[in-house]
């Protein structure tokens, strides 16, 4: 193992801890942004240590293809291949293959799927994928799953729970460096209750450094999202770190976070800064739309980052979806925004006013009190009253 | 604005100071325009730029036809769609059931004006900002269509016709510290009568864009760079919203363009905008035709000048006597993936014997795309200080270009950027040495013995 994880304070289920990695020692809960081949889109690596970033997610499938783990070994590693001096996390491959690839085809052996390069039937083996991993070196590493859509229903679910076990034991077998790296397991299982609760139990046996929740994010109900969410929560043990994969909204992470998770990566703040949306408390503001033109309102007024301190909404809708600087100067903004939410929440379960902070949170987002339902029912399992956000 | 000639050398060769109002310091001429696209760089992001070495890096080049296109007719259409949606968790809908009526349109020059002028919208209160309509990555003068009304442009967003009457209200909204006024630019091989017109109307808009600019009744100090007229009561008239830089044209054409610039000394203005270069000329006829104006102009004023973009037409350039360049050679070296490699050493030796692994490079530049960088681990130029070499390398930039990401692009801009005003600076110092001619030559010869060498070794 090569982390420590310390809560440093809690809200019944919701945890701030500091997680020592090899790296950087990273404050949680905390959002991972995407930095899928070796850069997060247009930024620099000081500007991500001017914003607060702590951990980047590299994608396993895209650097294995270009340049390839092996060169970024032999340039030793990805830390100094893009210079970028704290926390990495690569995830294992698999999820790529599978939303990436026309003819992905799922074994026991592992992955078969045809190379995007030249078309060759090409295996990605849990092996290979902590190899590939290993030469990477990122301080986390996930373990090659079964991943299966939680839109999916019928008995591969249960033969994808099952082989996620199988093949974590071949990744702790394979795993070369495990003073150096640390490898996640991902609990699988679809919206199965009992499925999940195998797994959990399964992956909590291996005595694993760090566990991440998987299979979700990916077009189910928010209903059923965060009752996975609650019980896998409720199952992995408190003194090791929990990683929601590919979460997510400012709200889900917020709802995640009360429900006793610290980790979460995703897309999406910087993929919608491309779109020429940016996130704000009252929850987005499209830039690109005509009543922006000219309004001389910062983005967000409320925002301490470079871009609401120098910008109107008319400058920067000039530039989105037109300009590579618009592109920038929004994901700079939006990654802001994440990352300043990270240090909020930690911060708010720190000094004991967690529940004032969801309140407030809420009650900017849905100033109506038309707080969904699904919120309302997860804050109750979490203990976090927010009856004076709701109109009902 | 303030300008003077600190030395000489060959003759006319010039370097200078230029002091800008916004600017904590005073800049050296000869002196690099950074080119910005909608008044940023293009790639470089503003908590960037300060990276670059000061005050070298704090003159801006800036288009008002970038933020062209105000949607005047937009924002009346009446379509109300102010409300912003909320998120609930999923990408939101809007109220509204109407089309989504994206627009990129610039802010209006009221819009503008509201902000506090161009600095102001941008973000860079300590920087520079030279307004010129001409840029000579985006905004090409396209004569045939120019007529009497106004001047045409190719843009991004079509061919655009700009009166001086609108081209003056973009300045007034932007207040650029300095501004030059609407020309007729014709390229190299316009006809006779065809370049005659372009003076004539050259130097009418100018008097137009004068007539036009804003005035502010103040008391100030004798001298300056401003013309001003006192008034037996003790006030003065000066211009507010920028020094004005009058424009000469008159392609390639030594009589016409001698005319403009007589006719242009005579105006009111603070300084000259030298056009119509960079559209065709070659090599060899420009050094006549950039001296017959600046022969022609008074000595203390500064010239600015579009379109000599390369190392050895910036050369040129200087040696005719101007002080202020803009170059589209960095943006075209950037998005080519290209990263300036040549010596900034005066000092430095020509060398014969360089490796055949130099293969395809000029010694002035490298390709970053090319697969030998692969797992080249050296900054693009060993000692160079800027951000990208202080911090990366080739075989980094490779990867990424290879993988189409914007960040190879940023640090290409930022390399490329403070190499070239390595060489303005190189520029500076040859002329206060009284050696320019003598730099100019070397320069230009080392680059063609490379060439040379290149042809004999393959």
């Not at chain 1, 499209?286 to 007024?301: E, F, G, S």
């Not at chain 2, 190392?311 to 993936?337: K, N, R, W």
Request: one cysteine or more; aromatic letters at 8%.
């Amino acid at each position: 193992m090569a982390l420590r994880f310390e809560v440093l304070g809690r809200f019944n289920r919701a945890r701030a801890a500091q997680l020592t990695l090899p790296h950087f020692a990273c404050q949680t809960p905390l959002f991972m942004p995407v930095g899928t081949q070796g850069t997060i889109k247009g930024l620099t690596t000081d500007q991500l240590e001017e914003i607060g970033c702590q951990i980047i997610l590299g994608n396993t499938y895209h650097l294995a293809l270009r340049p390839t783990s092996e060169l970024i070994d032999e340039l030793g590693g990805l830390h100094k291949f893009m210079n970028w001096p704290r926390a990495l996390l690569t995830d294992s491959g698999g999820f790529q293959m599978v939303s990436l690839l026309h003819l992905a085809d799922i074994t026991e052996k592992g992955v078969t799927f045809q190379s995007p390069v030249d078309g060759k039937p090409m295996l990605l083996t849990p092996e290979e994928s902590i190899q590939i991993q290993n030469r990477i070196g990122a301080d986390i590493i996930m373990a090659l799953d079964d991943v299966v859509r939680t839109t999916i229903t019928g008995p591969r679910i249960e033969e994808a729970m099952y082989r996620t076990l199988r093949w974590v034991d071949r990744c702790i077998a394979a795993h070369k460096r495990p003073h150096e790296q640390n490898l996640f397991g991902i609990v699988q299982g679809g919206l199965d209750p009992v499925l999940r609760d195998i797994c959990v139990r399964g992956l909590v046996d291996r005595n694993l450094p760090g566990y991440a929740i998987g299979g979700l994010a990916g077009g189910e109900d928010k209903d059923s999202f965060w009752r996975v969410v609650a019980q896998c929560t409720a199952a992995l043990p408190e003194d090791k770190p929990r990683y929601v994969m590919g979460v997510g909204y400012p709200l889900d992470i917020v709802v995640c976070s009360a429900l006793g998770a610290d980790m979460y990566d995703c897309v999406y703040p910087t993929r919608t800064a491309r779109f020429g949306t940016a996130l704000v408390p009252e929850g987005v503001l499209k830039l690109k739309h005509n009543a922006m033109v000219n309004d001389t309102r910062p983005i967000d007024p409320t925002c301490a980052c470079m871009v609401c301190k120098n910008y109107t909404r008319a400058y920067i809708h000039c530039l989105v979806t037109k300009d590579a600087m618009g592109s920038q100067l929004l994901s700079y903004h939006n990654l802001y925004y994440m990352l300043q939410l990270s240090r909020n929440l930690h911060s708010s379960i720190v000094e004991g006013r967690f529940p004032e902070f969801v309140c407030d949170f809420l009650q900017k987002m849905f100033p109506k009190g038309d707080v969904p339902e699904w919120v309302c029912n997860a804050m109750d399992v979490a203990g976090i009253d927010i009856s004076s956000c709701c109109s009902s | 604005m303030k300008f003077a000639v600190k030395a000489l050398s060959s003759g006319k060769a010039r370097a200078g100071v230029v002091h800008l109002g916004s600017c904590p310091s005073s800049i050296e001429t000869p002196c690099l325009l950074l080119s910005t696209r909608k008044g940023l760089p293009i790639f470089i992001s503003p908590d960037l730029l300060s990276s670059l070495p000061s005050p070298d890096s704090n003159l801006l080049q800036f288009s008002p036809l970038h933020l062209e296109g105000a949607s005047s007719t937009l924002v009346s259409s009446g379509r109300e769609v102010s409300k912003r949606c909320v998120n609930i968790g999923q990408e939101a809908r809007w109220g509204d059931t109407t089309p989504n009526f994206d627009s990129s349109e610039g802010p209006s020059p009221k819009t503008i004006s509201s902000i506090g002028g161009l600095h102001q919208m941008v973000g860079l209160h300590e920087y520079g900002f030279a307004a010129v309509a001409r840029d000579s990555i985006q905004c090409l003068p396209e004569c045939g269509s120019t007529n009497k009304t106004g001047a045409s442009f190719e843009t991004p967003c079509g061919r655009r016709l700009i009166k001086p009457v609108e081209y003056m209200e973009m300045i007034t909204s932007m207040k650029p510290n300095l501004w030059a006024t609407l020309a007729d630019e014709v390229p190299a091989w316009a006809n006779n009568k065809r370049n005659k017109t372009s003076v004539d109307r050259t130097v009418k808009w100018l008097d137009e864009c004068i007539a036009r600019s804003p005035l502010l009744l103040k008391l100030v100090g004798r001298g300056g760079q401003n013309r001003v007229r006192v008034n037996p009561i003790g006030f003065r008239v000066v211009r507010a919203g920028g020094a004005v830089f009058g424009s000469i044209v008159g392609g390639s054409n030594i009589e016409e363009r001698k005319r403009c610039a007589q006719e242009v000394a005579v105006r009111n203005v603070s300084g000259y905008w030298i056009g119509g270069f960079g559209l065709g000329e070659s090599m060899e006829e420009r050094p006549s035709l950039l001296n017959a104006v600046t022969d022609n102009l008074p000595k203390d004023w500064p010239r600015m000048i579009c379109g000599l973009g390369l190392p050895e037409e910036v050369l040129q350039g200087v040696a005719a006597g101007v002080d202020l360049f803009d170059s589209a050679y960095i943006y075209h070296l950037t998005i080519g993936g290209f990263a300036l490699t040549f010596p900034l050493d005066r000092t430095e030796k020509i060398d014969y014997n360089y490796q055949l692994s130099d293969q395809g490079s000029d010694r002035t530049k490298i390709n970053l795309r090319a697969t030998v960088y692969r797992k080249d681990a050296t900054p693009i130029v060993e000692d160079c200080c800027c951000y990208t070499c202080q911090n990366h390398t080739k075989a980094y930039i490779n990867h990424l270009l290879n993988v189409h990401e914007m960040l190879a692009q940023i640090l290409l801009e930022i390399h490329n950027t403070h190499h070239y005003l390595g060489f303005f600076r190189s520029i500076r110092e040859a002329i206060k040495e009284g050696c320019f001619e003598q730099f100019q030559k070397k320069f230009v010869q080392s680059r063609r013995e490379h060439l040379a060498a290149d042809v004999v070794s393959v």
